[in-house]
């Protein structure tokens, strides 16, 4: 069974950093294609980041390009999100996701998601 537990969220100022975290277990982690999205409050669901297998390749909304960096340790089962320089926009519900053939949409079978993390930025 898939399971992606996210961490690190919280309650920062503007202009502030946090790191998130998202542990995964039940599957061969190296092997997936793992991304990060975000819901803001009325808003629907968006893309934030992906990274995929191994050292991989990288992409990024442009609302976060320079600013937040995806990177993964697969000794570790995790991926991260390091997000600089934060504003009230980046304000939603992180989540982590995880696929084992990459899809442009992020739906349908084959997808996993974890249970989402708040980032609160105050201005």
């Known amino acids: 069974q898939v399971q992606l537990v996210e961490s690190g969220g919280g309650l920062v100022q503007a202009g502030d950093s946090l790191r998130l975290s998202c542990a995964a277990s039940?599957?061969?982690?190296?092997?997936?294609?793992m991304g990060w999205f975000r819901q803001a409050p009325g808003k629907e669901r968006e893309f934030v980041a992906t990274?995929?297998?191994?050292?991989?390749?990288?992409s990024y909304a442009d609302s976060v390009k320079g600013r937040f960096t995806i990177s993964r340790d697969n000794a570790k089962n995790t991926v991260y999100l390091q997000m600089n320089s934060l504003n009230a926009e980046d304000t939603a519900v992180y989540y982590c996701?995880?696929?084992?053939?990459?899809?442009?949409?992020?739906?349908?079978?084959?997808?996993?998601w974890g249970q989402g993390t708040q980032v609160t930025v105050s201005s």
């Open positions: 990274l995929r297998w191994g050292a991989g390749s990288t």
């Open positions: 996701a995880a696929t084992l053939v990459y899809k442009p949409t992020w739906r349908g079978d084959g997808v996993y």
């Open positions: 039940g599957l061969t982690f190296n092997n997936y294609v």
